[in-house]
């Protein structure tokens, strides 16, 4: 199934997004505040994801998607690194199949050619386990960038149009990374940073951005349902003017 790009149709005004998105900062400060390694921030947040997709499922969401690892955090410390990829091969090691038995398809999106095979392998299979799950998509963002991922649409776009000159945004949507997933309703960052970080420049467009300063680890069922009453109070105009939505609302 293909979704129409924000900038070209007008989505359905929803009560509960749809989709969302979010760069799960503030880790490693959240264990350096408590005296302890970064490692232990990053494992607390797996917890946090666990609660996250629970209570997507509960509300009612259809996707999520998770920044977990950017093309940018090669950059970090080499441990720091190795122990993000051992936390990656555990928590699929202990959640694919909880999340088969809940109906929850998992997607791992990004440029996965640099990660260990082991690695690449298990990604693999646990896509191919979850691929006919129907409750819940949560797609997972690996060594993933917003540049990356246009140039690289952009490149089977070429290719797939031999001779072509110009081009539309239909054209290149089938090639995107996450072709098969609606645009974002709702963009979150925790940890206080407010900026996008090159997580999906493009799916962005139209979404609704929400910042808060509450560390990854401790983002909870309680802390997404603040995020969605914000979502919720927005008015979203995609381009038109608010008497024009309040119109179409009446109708």
Known sequence: MMFKSSTTAIPEALRVPRHIAIIMDGNGRWATKRLLPRVAGHVK???????????CVERGVEYLTLFAFSSENWRRPAEEVS?????????LEREVAKMHANN??????GDLSRFDPKLQEMIVAAERRTANNTRLTVSVCANYGGRWDIMQATSKMVAANPGVSEFTEEMLAP????AYAPEPDLFIRTGGEERISNFLLWQLAYSELYFTRTFWPDFSKAALDEAIVSFQQR?????????????QAKA
């Open 235 to 247: 008015e979203r105009r995609f381009g038109q003017t608010g008497d024009q939505v309040a119109h």
């Open 83 to 91: 122990l993000l990829m051992r936390l990656f091969v555990t928590a």
């Open 45 to 55: 947040g797996v917890e946090a994801v666990r609660g996250v997709v629970e209570a």
């Open 175 to 178: 090639h995107l990374a996450m």
């Open 104 to 109: 929850i398809r998992l997607k791992v999106v």
